[in-house]
Every structure is written in structure tokens, then in C-alpha cells.
Nanobody, 124 residues
Framework: QVQLVESGGGLVQAGGSLRLSCGASGGTFSNYATGWFRQAPGKEREFVVGIGPSWNNGRTYADSVKGRFTISRDGVVNTVYLQMNSLKPEDTAVYYC????????????????WGQGTQVTVSS
């Protein structure tokens, strides 16, 4: 059983930056594909960015965040980060990290373990 804990959310003005962290226990990120998802009120959970397991290190970004968000993985501290720059009010959502075995996928239903989420609010 993999347990994930997100942190780093908060309130930021438009144009600002935040870095989210996702820590894991019971599993090693390098063995899994990791995705960051977000869910705004009244909307479905959507894929933001993901990174494959170490044997396939590819990254996939949603068009809405390309050039602004960056995912990275630190194997020493077993943490995945989401660096978010040039934030916009439409980035406001609860952000979740999730992991799955096998290759990276963008479908939320493909993921096995989820964190509890962290709120990101971007003011205009």
C-alpha cells in the first residue's frame, strides 16, 4: 500500500509561483508512473503533468500548463515536485498526486494510489 502526501499549496497572486511536493511511503517513485491532477469546483479531475517510471522517464504535460509547469523527481528523498510558474486564476484547484504501475497514462482511472490533495488558489 503506497501512501502519498502532497504539500506546498497556498494562495498566490497571478503571475506568481508555487512548488508542490508529493512524498511517498510504502513505495518508491522510481518504480511508478506519477501524475499530478487537479480538480476545480464543479469540474472533473484533470491530468496536469506526469512522469514515467525510471525505465521510461518521459514527461507529459497538459497543453494548458506547457511552458509554465515542470515535474521532477528526487530519488534520494523519494519525492516528486511540481514547479508551477506564471500562475493564472484558472489554475485554482485542488492538486493531487497519484501513482500507477506501468507506463504513464493521463486517465485518472488508471492510477492506483492517490494523495489527499493540496489547495492552490491564484488570485487575480
Amino acid at each position: 500500500q503506497v501512501q502519498l502526501v502532497e504539500s506546498g499549496g497556498g494562495l498566490v497572486q497571478a503571475g506568481g509561483s508555487l512548488r508542490l511536493s508529493c512524498g511517498a511511503s510504502g513505495g518508491t517513485f522510481s518504480n511508478y508512473a506519477t501524475g499530478w491532477f487537479r480538480q476545480a469546483p464543479g469540474k472533473e479531475r484533470e491530468f496536469v503533468v506526469g512522469i514515467g517510471p525510471s525505465w521510461n522517464n518521459g514527461r507529459t504535460y497538459a497543453d494548458s500548463v506547457k511552458g509554465r509547469f515542470t515535474i521532477s523527481r528526487d530519488g534520494v528523498v523519494n519525492t516528486v515536485y511540481l514547479q508551477m510558474n506564471s500562475l493564472k486564476p484558472e489554475d485554482t484547484a485542488v492538486y493531487y498526486c497519484a501513482v500507477k504501475s506501468g507506463p504513464l497514462r493521463v486517465e485518472a482511472g488508471a492510477y492506483d494510489y492517490w494523495g489527499q490533495g493540496t489547495q492552490v488558489t491564484v488570485s487575480s
